[in-house]
């Protein structure tokens, strides 16, 4: 299986900071103190963004202005990785993200990725809102100086192309911007795509000027940046059911008071409960508002979706194969999704 590591370099020199600051940690006093926090993310007017509204709301009825919560969304903060990079470091105290695109500073988070592990946006809900696994899930990256606040349902993952791709042979040789994960490369090289990694902000131009032909993406992120403009063409391929973080680094969280870290525990767990169906219906309405601008959707047959399916567990099989840390948290996972499933 091929490895992926174009892009690692910056984050892996970030982690060297990490490890170093962690180290301070139990030091870290008033010198980590701030009054500021800043919530970034790549996306606009999705489920991502209207966390950070709530959480924002959220905050101020719990502390008042002792801390000024700040939203830039648009990549406003610079591109993902330097997102990444800037809550790993601490110059930027949070980041808003789907899972996927931190797969670099942690492989457990492929974990969430696995294609066709969750059915629909109600198992994802039902997991990651359970109270064990929800703890679990919130420290688990401590290690990685990050901390989990925030854990929502954004939109199943559909690819977009400039042109109709209607069966299986359509994809071969297309050039589609991915994730920065296995989970999503991997998957497509054996679709007989080549998968390119891009910032967001990137993509446009790309495929203006046929340096890609499309890219993975939630329909709600495809509607919010006008993509139909573009390329109109989405494939229903229900890859899986991309999962959006908030991390905020841990030695900034761990400097603040406990009042201060209690309400943004409960700000983020809050802003979830109420952004939960919102970003549901926000799915149906960003299909509705492709439909109506011009976009088309489209279909695989019946027996090439099944094969479709096949191919994206057998990959994601060989891709996890001799990752027992992530394994362990799929299981997790896959317990929890047994438990829900058998009520």
Partial sequence: MKK?????????RALGAVAALSLMLPFAGSAYAQTTMKLASATINDVQHEWQKEFQKEMEARVGDEVTVEIYPASQLGAIPRMAEGVLLGTIEAFTTPTSFVTNVDPRFQAFDVPGLFEDADEVDAVIHDKDFRDYMETLFLDKGVRIIGAIFNSPTQILTREPVTTLDGFKGLKVRTFASPLQMEPMTALGVNPTPLA????????????IDGMLAGIPILTAFKFYDTAKHVTNINMNQIVSVTLVNEAWFQSQSDEVKTAIIEAGRAAEETVFPWGVENVERAEKGWLENGGEVHMLSDDQQAELQATFARVADEVLADQAEVLEVKDRIVSKLEEVRGQ
């Fill in 4 to 12: 992926h590591t174009a892009g690692f370099t910056l984050t892996r």
């Fill in 200 to 211: 967001l902000s990137e993509v446009t131009p790309q495929l203006q000027a046929g340096g």
